[in-house]
């Protein structure tokens, strides 16, 4: 049926693939039999300040758990991402960037000065006392102040730590403790379809409940020049600290291990993990996943839709475009503002050959048809790309036929904020596609897949994820946790990264991600975990417990189920659905507004006292004659109560 399905690699669009089908078996093979040879030669696309002689040195053991790769070498990300381009390229366009108001004018900015605007920046930064290793947390909308911070922390080998500007000021909080950044940067507003949102002030107020807080400075990019509180001591303009800065600023030396960025991330447990990104293999990594996977040659204008906030947004929109001298796009704003071809338009506008988003996007434009491309051509476009969730096949279907016209592969990416780069995915002059399949993995990486039971399951099957040995873009660790890191990724599967997510090989060795197996929610392509947002609940004072779980959702690929036992006195009504809905918000975010809240008077525990989140799954997606094994729940009568009152979400369209 759909595997039958198959695109066989075209010429896209007249340029010769890097990559093609020869090549691609040729390098994958000696990618996986002589992983050091590949690698040493790979590693050749950045410049090194002193090559490396060791390649790399691993081990997921718990006695011995480190991933090490170049460890001699010593690098600067910023050399390569902006130095070593200026002389063949100084006045190409490294940034375009488009307002969130199509009214207001663009800036376009070149390699030449965006190296000034970073040089300038780590001058700065140095003078407000951060130096090598010091973390530097970043909260910021997609603006090129983004862009030019994050630069500036690593061209001074400091470490950023970039919080999603959508995150509430409690987030933030939670972000800035566990880090124990002393600097913020920040900006008075962002602005999102035509809405004021205050950063500064989320900034004030987490800085205000940060236990200990330990934030010496706040830089402030002036974005809506609205009016915000000041304070002298501890607040600076983003454009002061930059005036009268030299517009050079030596790279710092780092060795290929040193941290290069920590991003927090949704994990099972109830806080987020701050996963370690390392200088040396994490841009050797996003360098080369993007030039292989997106083909990206000189002239292309290229696109990914992601917000910098996550780790799309710093592997394919900051360092690996950056690294291949590409110019980018970024937009401040959402799809639909003004009104819904706005993206199709800036693809015309900007003459976007690449265009890489997320299937929420993709589904929330085809819903309204021929209105999400109406007076546009998009004729420049030569590839599509997905990437955060799985793509269904009709959503492929209408971004390859209608969006792309017929005339662009769809290159659908898995991979995830612990694998720093795309590690399935087709490289379009080499993979014949299948909608809705990632297909097959990239140059180094070893997919395998076990069953419940913990055997390996051979030729076509499913079961779990997992990645045999290392590659060079892995995480080196959660931030001040590493034992975690190894109970979270390396203690399922002996010898193995476990991912998280299910999947299926079919008879051509295929790859079907079919979700998450554990307590990750996967909404509108942001990772969330149930159990972060129960606990945000249970601090509520009217909620005695609640279990989270998601449904599938027609735009949002999945939408958040909470079910809720309030406190005795509590009455369930309008009024207190409305109050929890604006709790989360405020505590996580608009990202973990609920969809759906069931009133419950108790919930289905095991003897032990532990939630069994899988039946209350099977109520959310609708499935009650499937609950599987209930005979290990202590009260199995509140099932009923559950089933009965049941809530139908609206479909989401
Ligand atoms: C999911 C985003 C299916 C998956 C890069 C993974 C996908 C999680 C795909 C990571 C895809 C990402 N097909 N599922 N092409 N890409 N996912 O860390 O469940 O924000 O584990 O990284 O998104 O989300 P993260």
């Known amino acids: 049926m759909q595997e039958q399905q198959l695109y066989p690699v075209s010429a896209s669009s007249g340029q010769e693939a890097l990559i093609d089908q020869r090549q691609y078996r040729a390098m994958y093979q000696l990618s996986i039999e002589q992983p050091v040879r590949f690698w040493a030669e ?3 696309c950045i410049d090194w300040i002193k090559p490396f002689s060791e390649v790399r040195d691993c081990s997921f053991d718990r006695q011995d758990l480190h991933i090490d790769w170049f460890r001699d070498g010593y690098l600067n990300v910023t050399a390569n991402c902006l130095d070593r381009h200026l002389v063949a390229m100084g006045d190409k366009t490294a940034l375009i960037w488009e307002a969130d108001d199509p009214d207001e004018s663009h800036r376009q900015i070149s390699y030449r000065e965006l190296y000034n605007d970073v040089c300038r920046c780590a001058n700065g930064l140095l003078e407000l006392g951060v130096s090598k290793g010091d973390i530097v947390t970043i909260y910021l ?3 090129p102040e983004t862009v030019v911070s994050m630069l500036a922390c690593a061209r001074i080998g400091a470490v950023h730590c970039v919080v999603f500007g959508g995150f509430s000021a409690e987030a933030l909080a939670d972000r800035i403790e566990d880090s124990q950044s002393r600097w913020v940067i920040t900006a008075d507003h962002s602005l999102r379809a035509g809405q004021q949102i205050g950063l500064k002030g989320n900034v ?11 934030v010496e400075k706040v830089v402030v990019v002036r974005r809506s020049g609205a009016a915000v509180a000041w304070h002298p001591q501890r607040d600076i303009w983003f454009s002061d600290l930059l005036a009268g800065q030299a517009e050079h600023c030596a790279p710092a030396v780092m060795a290929a291990e040193d941290p290069l960025f920590v991003l927090y991330t949704a994990g099972s447990a109830n806080r987020p993990r701050g996963l370690v990104h390392s200088c040396g293999g994490y841009l050797v990594y996003a360098a080369i996943t993007h030039r292989y996977v997106f083909d990206c040659q000189p002239d292309d204008i290229y696109w990914c839709t992601a917000d910098i906030g996550w780790i799309t947004g710093h592997s394919y929109v900051v360092y690996g475009p950056l690294a291949n001298g590409a110019s980018t796009l970024l937009h401040e704003g959402v799809p639909g503002y003004p009104d819904i071809s706005r993206w199709s338009q800036l693809i015309d506008k900007y003459k976007v050959s690449i265009f890489y988003t997320v299937p929420t996007v993709i589904r929330s434009l085809m819903v309204h048809g021929n209105a999400a491309i109406r007076g546009t051509d998009r004729s420049s476009l030569r590839l599509l790309g997905s990437v955060g969730e799985p793509i269904n096949p009709e959503a492929w279907q209408w971004f390859y036929r209608v969006f792309g016209r017929g005339r662009c592969p769809v290159i659908d990416t898995w991979w995830q904020a612990e694998t720093g780069g795309i590690m399935i995915a087709p490289l379009p002059g080499a993979t014949a596609l299948k909608p809705g ?30 990645i045999r040995g290392s590659w060079p873009g892995q995480a080196r660790s959660i931030l001040g946790d590493p034992g975690g890191f190894y109970e979270a990724y390396f203690s399922q599967c002996p010898g193995y990264y476990f991912t998280g997510d299910g999947a299926r090989r079919d008879a051509d060795g295929y790859y079907w991600l079919s979700g998450r197996v554990d307590e990750v929610i996967n909404v509108a392509g942001h990772r969330l975990s149930s159990s972060e947002i129960e606990k945000a609940l249970v601090t509520h004072r009217s909620v005695l417990e609640a279990a989270v779980v998601a449904y599938p959702h027609a735009i949002k690929g999945q939408g958040l189920y909470v079910f809720v036992t309030l406190c005795a006195d509590q009455a369930a009504d309008e009024h207190c659905r409305q109050d929890l809905v604006e709790w989360l918000r405020l505590q996580i975010g608009g ?9 419950a008077p108790s919930l289905p525990k095991t003897l032990s006292g532990e939630l069994v989140r899988r039946v209350l799954r099977k109520i959310a997606y609708d499935d009650c004659d499937h609950l599987g094994d209930i005979s290990n729940l202590a009260d199995p009568d509140v099932l009923q109560h559950l089933i009965a009152n049941r809530v139908r979400p609206s479909p989401g369209v």
Not at 455 to 466: A, I, K
Request: charged share 15%; with cysteine; glycine share 14%.
């Open 42 to 44: 790979q590693a050749n």
């Open 437 to 466: 399949s990632a297909t097959l993995p990239f140059f180094g990486v070893e997919p395998a897949l076990f069953d419940g039971a913990g055997n390996r399951v051979e030729g076509e099957g499913e079961g779990y994820l997992v």
């Open 204 to 214: 004030d107020a987490a800085l205000g409940r940060c236990a200990g807080n330990c």
């Open 141 to 143: 909308p997609l603006l």
């Open 591 to 599: 990202i973990a507004t609920p969809d759906v809240i069931q009133w």
